[in-house]
C-alpha cells in the first residue's frame, strides 16, 4: 500500500522560510512525478510545484522565485523549500503522486493524482 507522510508545516513570519518533506513507501515503480498541493480554507486545491523522475519541474506563477521542489530518489523522499513567504501561502499543503512522468507534459492537474498525504499546515503571520 503507498503512503505519503508530509512533515515540515509550521507557522512562521512573513519573509521566513519552512521546508516540507514528504516521505513515499509502499510501491516499487520507479517512473513516478510528483508534486505539491494546497488548500485554504474557502478555496479550491491549486498545485504548487511539481517533479518527473527526469527532475523536469513545474511552479505555480505564484511561487516561482521563492519556492524549490526537489526529489531525492534514494530516500523516495520529496521537498518543498519555501522561501520569502506571504500570508497568502497560508494553507494546508498535500503531497501526491502519480506513476509515470506526468508534470512536463500535462502541469499541475491534480486530477492526474491518485496517492495523496493528509497533508501538514504552513501558517504565515504579516
Known amino acids: 500500500q503507498v503512503q505519503l507522510v508530509e512533515s515540515g508545516g509550521g507557522s512562521v513570519q512573513a519573509g521566513g522560510s519552512l521546508r516540507l518533506s514528504c516521505v513515499a513507501s509502499?510501491?516499487?515503480?520507479?517512473?513516478?512525478?510528483m508534486a505539491w498541493f494546497r488548500q485554504a480554507p474557502g478555496k479550491e486545491r491549486e498545485g504548487v510545484a511539481g517533479?518527473?523522475?527526469?527532475?523536469?519541474?513545474r511552479y505555480a506563477d505564484s511561487v516561482k522565485g521563492r519556492f524549490t521542489i526537489s526529489r531525492d530518489h534514494a530516500k523516495d523522499t520529496l521537498y518543498l523549500q519555501m522561501d520569502s513567504l506571504e500570508p497568502e501561502d497560508t494553507a494546508m499543503y498535500y503531497c501526491?503522486?502519480?506513476?509515470?512522468?506526468?508534470?512536463?507534459?500535462?502541469?499541475?492537474?491534480?486530477?492526474?493524482?491518485?496517492?495523496w498525504g493528509s497533508g501538514t499546515q504552513v501558517n504565515v503571520s504579516s
Open positions: 517533479i518527473d523522475s527526469d527532475g523536469s519541474t
Open positions: 509502499g510501491y516499487t515503480y520507479k517512473t513516478t512525478c
Open positions: 501526491a503522486l502519480a506513476f509515470g512522468d506526468l508534470i512536463a507534459p500535462y502541469g499541475l492537474n491534480p486530477g492526474l493524482f491518485a496517492l
